[in-house]
Each structure stands twice: as C-alpha cells, then as structure tokens.
C-alpha cells in the first residue's frame, strides 16, 4: 500500500530481483532514478533518456520496458527484473551473458544491460528466433561501439533458432 506524506513523496514498494525493497520517491521520479540513486541498482544504465537508445531497459512484470520512460509510482507492487538478477549467487554467467562473452558481444558494456534484459524477455516469448526477428528486437537499441554483428551471434547462439541450426552445420 503506497502512502504519501505531506511533501508528496510516497513509499513504493517493488519487488527488484525477488526481493522486497521500498524506498521514498517523488511522484515524477523516473523508475531509472529510483533504481539507481533510491535503490543501488546500478546495473541499469540510463543513456537517452528519451526512450531512444534502450540502455534502461528492465522487466516489469516479465515484460521488457523503458524506465527512463516509466515513473517510480508505475511500478508499485510489482516485481522488477534488473540485469543484476540474470548471473548466478556465485557471479556465474547465465547463458545468455556467457554467449555474449564468447561473441565479444560487448566492448565498453553500457548498451549491454538494456540489451540483456530486451533478450531476456523476448527469448522467453520466442526461444528459437530467427537471423531477422533478432536484427528487429536490436533495431530498438542503440551501441554507440556498434557491436551489433557480435550480439545478433550472440543471441543466435543461445537460442535452438532454426538460423543458428544452419550456420552450425556449415
Ligand atoms: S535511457 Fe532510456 S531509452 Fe535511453
Ligand atoms: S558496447 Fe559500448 S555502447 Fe554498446
């Protein structure tokens, strides 16, 4: 239950990485900004700020969106998913961040956050992806390294897509 004090900031209440944490916010305060500065989460990069490059994206609720877009209070009583949760207790990479590693799909690592956790999402509505369902989902972020050879091999190496079959049998 979300209270509001005579200042007007509120107590949101999320659950980030499945685990219960409030924090005070102001009604405006970004979710990127709650996460970062209210809550220590520092995983979540915030580029644009418009919506543009795609470097903040989480999960809420399992779906992937923008939090320079989404207000702190949007997320009341929900579960939050940031890229901290995606390696392992012991700092194991899971497989997703392990085919990145082995495609030198990142270089400086700041579009990789948003990037992880769009995949993220979007392998668990469509595990076996095509060349050209990959390329769609990256053409909503910006790598100012311009990586994007390495992530799509990523991502096709991760996933049982039908592409990724055919480019192992060569
Ligand atoms: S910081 Fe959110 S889309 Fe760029
Ligand atoms: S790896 Fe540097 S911005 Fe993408």
Redesign the pocket.
């Known amino acids: 239950m979300r209270r509001v004090d005579r200042s007007q900031r509120a107590t949101i209440s999320i659950t980030l990485n499945g685990r219960q944490v409030s924090a005070e916010a102001e009604p405006r305060m970004l979710l ?1 900004d709650f996460l970062r500065h209210s809550l220590g989460a520092t995983g979540t990069h ?11 994206t989480v999960l809420i609720d399992g779906a992937a969106v ?4 989404t207000l702190a209070v949007q997320a009341e009583g929900k579960a939050v998913t940031t890229v901290e949760s995606l390696a392992g207790a012991d700092g194991r990479l899971n497989a997703l961040q392990q085919a990145f590693k082995n495609n030198h799909a990142l270089q400086c690592g700041f579009c990789t956050p948003g990037i992880l956790m769009s995949f993220t999402d979007f392998l668990g509505r469509n595990p076996t992806p095509s060349e050209a369902e990959i390329v769609e989902v990256l053409s909503g972020h910006l790598c100012r390294c311009t990586g994007y050879a390495g992530i799509v091999a990523a991502v096709l190496e991760v996933s049982g897509s039908k592409d990724n079959a055919e480019k192992r049998s060569v």
């Open positions: 990127s915030v580029g644009c700020e418009h919506g543009v490059c795609g470097c903040c923008r939090s320079c877009l």
